[in-house]
């Protein structure tokens, strides 16, 4: 049974950090490709970072760009996203997601997902 659990949010003052966590368990997790998405209220589920088998090509959108850095232990299966000076706009739930097949940007092409961490930032 593959689980996804992460961990990490909280509430943080704008120009803040928080650094998630997603433990991976039940699939030979080097094999695939990561991403953190978020979802605001009102808004639909978008991608923010994806990450490939072995950490060595990242991609984030433009939104967090320079402020986010997603990076895996696959020793450990774990994949992190380290939030940096963050903005009352990244308030959101935080869901990291294991690729299945096709583009990364969507939801669908990931097979499994974690339950969502609440990262709520301050003005």
């Known amino acids: 049974q593959v689980q996804l659990v992460e961990s990490g949010g909280g509430l943080v003052q704008a120009g803040g950090s928080l650094r998630l966590a997603c433990a991976a368990s039940g699939r030979p997790f080097s094999r695939y490709f990561m991403a953190w998405f978020r979802q605001a209220p009102g808004k639909e589920r978008e991608m923010i970072a994806n990450?490939?088998?072995?950490?060595?090509?990242?991609y984030y959108a433009d939104s967090v760009k320079g402020r986010f850095t997603i990076s895996r232990d696959n020793a450990e299966n774990t994949v992190y996203l380290q939030m940096n000076s963050l903005k009352p706009e990244d308030t959101a739930v935080y869901y990291c997601?294991?690729?299945?097949?096709?583009?990364?940007?969507?939801?669908?092409?990931?097979?499994?997902w974690g339950q969502g961490t609440q990262v709520t930032v301050s003005s």
């Open positions: 997601a294991s690729h299945l097949s096709g583009s990364l940007s969507i939801p669908s092409s990931y097979d499994y």
């Open positions: 990450i490939n088998w072995s950490g060595s090509n990242t």
